[in-house]
């Protein structure tokens, strides 16, 4: 059915620094959009970054852009995130997410059908 | 942007009544596109409804979904000890993805 295993949290000073890495298996990894998603301490969940399946179209949320780089590597069925500038409020889980995309009533839909276990990265001094 | 509003924030019920969970949008959204997800403590989310109101795959058919345009509904038709958990809405809009901030379901 397909695995995702997320991998790199820590503890990281502010300002710093850290690459989070997401390893699928049971699934071709090349044809899926991927995504990731935290959650801070005790809060809900926030979407924070896409990238689609070979035509690396990337979207970011506003509160990540320009600090965060979302990648992957289709030959090692890997997904990474590239996180720098870190403030206290990165402290979250982060889950990297596979995308599915259907045809609903002649709609083109979209949902995350397999989650990692999560990674925790606490931004502190 | 969206913006997703879940109610109530938290929902106290006994085994075996039935739930109903409210996600309304900021705007028309479309259907095909929102989602509802179940997390217990210590899990990562589980999709258990998309297109508004197709089950995924192992889901229980005591999980419905219902709703279109601003207004969504999640609906638990017998509470199971293991459906008291935190249940997300989503959805995808204009190259984003909004969450609602969730509604735990616990046991009165």
């Known amino acids: 059915e397909g695995q995702l295993v997320e991998s790199g949290g820590g503890l990281v000073q502010p300002g710093g620094s850290l690459r989070l890495s997401c390893a699928a298996s049971?699934?071709?990894?090349?044809?899926?959009?991927l995504n990731w998603v935290r959650q801070a301490p005790g809060k809900g969940l926030e979407w924070i970054s896409y990238?689609?399946?070979?035509?690396?179209?990337?979207y970011y949320a506003d509160s990540v852009k320009g600090r965060f780089t979302i990648s992957r590597d289709n030959a090692k069925n890997s997904l990474y995130l590239q996180m720098n500038s870190l403030r206290a409020e990165d402290t979250a889980v982060y889950y990297c997410?596979?995308?599915?995309?259907?045809?609903?009533?002649?709609?083109?839909?979209?949902?995350?059908?397999?989650w990692g276990q999560g990674t925790m990265v606490t931004v502190s001094s | 942007d969206i913006v997703l509003t879940q109610s109530p924030g938290t929902l106290s019920l006994s085994p075996g009544e039935r739930a109903t969970l409210s996600c309304r949008a900021s705007?028309?959204?479309?259907?095909?596109?929102l989602a509802w997800y179940q997390q217990r403590p210590g899990q990562a989310p589980r999709l258990l409804i998309y297109?508004?109101?197709s089950r995924a795959t192992g889901i229980p058919d005591r999980f419905s979904g219902s709703g279109s345009g601003t207004d969504f509904t999640l609906t638990i038709s017998g509470l199971e000890p293991e459906d008291f958990a935190v249940y997300y809405c989503?959805?995808?809009?204009?190259?984003?993805?909004?969450f609602g901030q969730g509604t735990k379901v616990e046991i009165k």
């Open positions: 997410a596979r995308q599915i995309t259907m045809i609903i009533m002649a709609r083109v839909g979209h949902a995350f059908d397999i």
């Open positions: 049971g699934f071709i990894f090349s044809s899926f959009e």
């Open positions: 990238i689609g399946g070979t035509d690396n179209t990337i």
């Open positions: 705007q028309s959204v479309s259907s095909s596109s």
């Open positions: 297109g508004a109101s």
């Open positions: 989503q959805q995808y809009g204009r190259s984003q993805w909004a």
